[in-house]
């Protein structure tokens, strides 16, 4: 059991290190910067990739990453899981700061 624990929190420490960081700052671009046009682009993307489901994105990471290194590694799935946390931190991160009323920031 500690095994499927510590290999739990592993991959989810992984998939972290690239998914929070480009999901925060690109919430933090779409609600305080940038022109109507490219936050619209990109919400869209977002959006588009929050639909994606995640046996594409294993199978990308798969042709990407595993298939190339030859073997499995937890790094590979801590970035498919990273790049399903990335579009879905964004907007939610987006959707925090619009909530902040203009004054307090």
């Known amino acids: 059991m500690a095994n499927a624990i510590v290999g739990t929190l592993v991959l989810l420490g992984l998939a972290c290190v690239p998914g929070v960081p480009i999901g925060v700052l690109g919430g933090v671009y779409l609600s305080e910067f940038g022109s109507p046009r490219v936050n619209w682009t990109i919400r869209f993307l977002c959006d588009v990739l929050n639909g994606v489901p ?5 199978i990308v990471i798969n042709a990407l990453v595993v298939i ?10 801590g970035l498919a899981l990273g790049c399903l946390m990335i579009p879905l931190v964004m907007r939610t991160t987006e959707e925090v700061l619009v909530l902040v009323p203009q004054r307090l920031s």
């Open 54 to 58: 995640s046996i594409i994105w294993g």
């Open 68 to 77: 190339p290194m030859k073997s499995f590694s937890a790094y590979a799935g």
